[in-house]
């Protein structure tokens, strides 16, 4: 099992490797095994918090043929089998930054319940989100909404889309700077994950109200 001991320049730069081959090469020596490495010591601690626990999966981009993934990740989910379907975390990069999600991604069926819920806690759910969180309506695309310029009306735009938009996706966390110092102190950053992580049980725990 590999260890962690931070993110180097390096492994952004896997990224502009040219080729998926040699891409996902390179991602399967160095990326992959990091981002595993931080969800495998984050698991127990995931597993405390939300009371379910959580199986680690690793992005294996298996369906790709020609082109070369732009980001990876690694999730944690209640299921040893998958994650796609079920509410879960990410701890994954792109070129340009890490990553750390909750994430209801287009495959979850409980989506459209989970829209409803949100919908009912939106006032105090807006208030629990940190100014510096962001969010996503799609996890192939590197930018997010920053949670401070997201005004009452965009928030409800994105639960509605997530209610009946069949492509539709909800995802909410924190961007880290390639460039930022926290990603090349392991303990700062792991520390960080459980932070972010604490504040999103809450999305979490929310799809627990769902029947």
């Known amino acids: ?3 962690f001991n931070g993110f180097t320049q390096e492994d952004f730069d896997v990224f502009s490797i040219e080729g998926l081959e040699n891409r996902m090469e390179a991602l399967r020596s160095n990326v992959s095994p990091k981002l595993e490495a931080i969800a495998e010591e984050l698991a127990p601690y995931i597993t405390s918090l939300t009371g379910d626990e959580m199986h680690v999966h690793v992005a294996k981009h298996a369906r790709r043929k020609t082109n070369p993934p732009n980001d990876t990740w690694a999730s944690l989910a209640s299921n040893k089998r998958g994650y796609k379907k079920l509410p879960h975390f990410q701890i994954g990069m792109w070129e340009s930054h890490v990553f750390l999600w909750f994430a209801m991604i287009y495959e979850s069926p409980i989506k459209e319940d989970y829209a409803r819920v949100l919908d009912k806690h939106k006032e105090e759910l807006i208030d629990h989100i940190p100014a510096e969180f962001v969010w ?13 310029d997201l005004s009452k009306e965009d928030f409800q735009q994105l639960v509605d889309r997530l209610q009946n938009v069949k492509k539709a ?13 926290i990603l090349e102190d392991r303990d700062a950053f792991i520390n960080k994950c459980e932070e972010t992580f604490k504040t999103l049980e809450y999305l979490y725990r929310l799809t627990k109200e769902i029947d």
């Open 1 to 3: 099992m590999a260890t």
């Open 136 to 148: 996503s309506k799609d996890h192939t695309k590197p930018e997010g909404i920053p949670h401070k």
């Open 169 to 181: 996706e909800i995802l909410c966390g924190i961007h880290i700077d390639r460039n930022d110092v």
